[in-house]
C-alpha cells in the first residue's frame, strides 16, 4: 500500500514544491476524494487531479491524470448489479459528480480512463 496521509490534499500532492490544491471534493461516503491541483514546473499551470482513498491508516492515492481535457471519469466500484460506477470531473469550476455510470465511447471532448 501507498504510504497514508491525514488529507487527502496531503496524499495527492506529496512532497511536490510545484504543486498547488485547487479543489477538493468528498465522496458522499466519504471514503474517496477527487483533488483539483495545479502544477507549474516551467511557470505554465497545468491542471491534474487525482483520486484519493482512506483506509484506516489515512488517505493515499489511488490514481490521477491530467485534467486539461475539460471533464473526465475515474471508475471508482460497481453497483450492486455489477455495472461501473466512478467519478465525473470537470473543470470549469473544478467540481466532481459521484456514482456517475461511465460515459459512451469513445467520449466526445474527454477522455475516460477505466482504472
Known sequence: MDEAFPSPEEAAKGSDPDCRV????????????????????????????????????????????????????????????????GVTTRWDPPRAEWDTPPPPSPAPGGEVQPW
Open 22 to 85: 485547487v479543489g477538493v471534493e468528498y465522496s458522499p461516503d466519504g471514503v474517496r476524494a477527487i483533488v483539483f491541483l495545479e502544477y507549474s514546473p516551467d511557470s505554465r499551470p497545468t491542471p491534474y487531479e487525482a483520486l484519493c482513498e482512506k483506509s484506516g491508516d489515512g488517505w493515499s492515492s489511488a490514481i490521477g491524470g491530467s485534467g486539461g481535457s475539460g471533464w473526465n471519469w475515474k471508475f471508482t466500484h460497481e453497483d450492486p448489479t455489477g455495472g461501473a460506477l
